[in-house]
């Protein structure tokens, strides 16, 4: 079964991933609803594709009823990426995290099915917490404290996934639940907290790089380009996961860090700080599943996606969420 996309409801379609989700389905000639409450977002993110033919964009809480007139309007495929998703921002805004997970997942799961329409649930290699299993397959349940400061994070997207799949036993739900891993690329917050932005961030100006830990943590660097496409697959598709969507390449925190270095002709000394509670010590995904159901795997080799990155953040003059907006501002 290949699902239509021709008219799309994005939530959470003002963040990074998802920006560049609505940006592809646009050059694909779909008709894109973009629903962001802005708390996460970029200044004047809203307006990156407001000149788009077939965009439409609505401010919008998703922890409340999806009610007004933009959502009563067919869809064929509501894609659910709202929530905080950079450590910065879920542990500034814990109990929003929470809430958007629970209640933002139940009413995402309404007006899908209010349209007979296919739920993507953008989820997050975080529901494998510091896992204990490498690399990590989706039967894998994973090893999450509870009650850390990660958990936030963590617990809603276990809980939405839990609350997707109860639906889909049911109710008869169409579903689709994507695990996505570490996604880097343009348009990234340079203050968001994420490894790739910091990194970038510090290098281009000259300052010392952080590395939190040891720096042999290893991670799952997948360009966003690439990530869009799996949730786009999965979208397309009645296959309804969990599938992971991430490189299976394996580095280290301070391999990234000393790339990032060397890509940007940085001087910047690598400064080791104290670890971070509950930091996984090792992200690294299975793909198996994605590439027998969704005919996906990763394209962009991560030093050619993290050059491309440097140069978009060259662009935006190092922080790029004001270089948006005061491009915006002069247009």
């Not at 993110?45 to 067919?74: N, Q």
């Not at 397309?236 to 890509?263: C, F, K, M």
Request: charged share 20%; aromatic share 8%.
């Amino acid at each position: 079964m290949v699902h239509e996309m021709s008219r799309v409801l994005v939530l959470g379609g003002c963040g990074f991933v998802g920006g560049h989700l609505c940006e592809r389905l646009l050059a694909g000639g779909a008709e894109v609803v973009s629903v962001d409450d802005l708390s996460t977002s970029a200044p004047n993110a809203e307006h990156l594709l407001r000149d788009c033919p077939g965009y439409r964009f609505v401010r919008h809480d998703i922890t409340e009823p999806l009610s007004g007139p933009a959502f009563h309007e067919p869809v064929d495929v509501v894609f659910h990426l709202a929530s905080p998703a950079s450590p910065a921002d879920y542990l500034r805004l814990p109990v929003h995290t929470l809430h958007t997970g629970a209640m933002g997942t139940a009413n995402a799961l309404d007006v899908a099915e209010r349209h007979g329409a296919r739920l993507v649930l953008a989820s997050t290699s975080e529901v494998y917490g510091d896992p204990l299993e490498h690399p990590q397959i989706e039967t894998y349940w994973g090893n999450v404290n509870p009650v850390g400061p990660r958990s936030v994070y963590d617990e809603a997207k276990r809980y939405a996934e839990a609350l997707t799949f109860a639906h889909r036993r049911e109710y008869g739900t169409d579903v689709g639940v994507a695990r996505i891993f570490n996604t880097y690329g343009p348009r990234m917050r340079s203050h968001d907290g994420r490894m790739v932005p910091t990194f970038i961030r510090q290098a281009l100006a000259g300052e010392p790089i952080t590395v939190t830990g040891s720096g042999r943590q290893t991670r799952s660097l997948c360009f966003v380009h690439d990530t869009v496409e799996g949730l786009l697959a999965l979208g397309r598709s009645a296959y309804p996961g969990p599938v992971n969507l991430g490189n299976p390449h394996e580095v280290t925190v301070q391999h990234v860090a000393e790339l990032i270095r060397d890509l940007t002709s940085a001087e910047s000394a690598i400064e080791f700080l104290p670890a971070v509670e509950d930091d996984p010590q090792r992200r690294c995904p299975d793909i198996a599943v994605a590439r027998e159901h969704l005919g996906w795997e990763p394209k962009v080799p991560y030093r050619n996606g993290l050059a491309h990155t440097i140069e978009w953040f060259r662009s935006a003059e190092v922080v790029p969420e004001y270089a948006v907006a005061q491009a915006k501002t002069a247009s």
